[in-house]
């Protein structure tokens, strides 16, 4: 058995409602054990002997769509790749406020012309590194509440679909996907 966190995409933010009770009982149903939740947003840890992400995201979408005729995208990662997430954010040692750091995830990378062309709106304080399938932001002007370096422009820019959660989340499930 392997340890990993599912993200879905724009979970409770929007028109999109989902009980966090049904999200723990669909990944239960999959076969999947301890599964554990995190927040209202569409967080959720779980062990399971499927050693495909793409399968287990794929397999948590097919379910959503079935039992609850929600199409939502879900984002699966190992718990190492989490680990490495925490571990690896540039900007952790120059920001103690967890509100002004965050982490995009990419369903796959992005192309390295996208990512060459991306840039922040005129007149906003946004630094990112884009390190494979995830994007460290820092917003050292506060927080995300008042940008335009949305997760939608990052869709749209790159071409691939992301979720973002700041840093406390990040933090948090990191830990949930340690055991």
């Known amino acids: 058995m ?19 009770a049904d999200l723990r009982r669909i990944v239960t149903d999959l076969g999947h054990e301890d599964v554990r939740t995190y927040l209202q947003s569409g967080n959720v840890a779980f062990d399971s002997s499927v050693r495909d992400a793409d399968k287990l995201a794929a ?7 079935d039992e609850l005729a929600l199409t939502v995208p879900v984002l ?13 954010n540039p900007y952790a040692e120059i920001e103690d406020d967890p509100t002004r750091l965050l982490v995009a995830f990419l369903r796959s990378a992005p192309a390295t012309s996208s990512v060459d062309a991306l840039v922040v ?22 927080g995300y509440g008042r940008t335009k ?7 749209k820019k790159l071409a691939v679909v992301a979720t973002t959660r700041n840093w406390k989340s990040v933090r948090a499930l990191t830990e949930m996907a340690a055991g």
């Open 149 to 155: 370096f949305t997760n939608a422009y990052l869709e």
């Open 2 to 20: 392997a340890r990993y966190v599912a993200l879905l995409r724009g979970v409770n933010v929007g028109s999109t409602r989902l009980a966090m």
């Open 76 to 88: 699966v990662r190992s718990g190492r790749e989490m680990a490495a997430v925490a571990g690896g």
């Open 59 to 65: 397999g948590i979408e097919r379910a959503l769509a």
């Open 121 to 142: 709106p005129g007149g906003e304080n946004v630094s990112f590194t884009v390190t494979g399938r995830e994007i460290f932001l820092h917003f050292p002007d506060g």
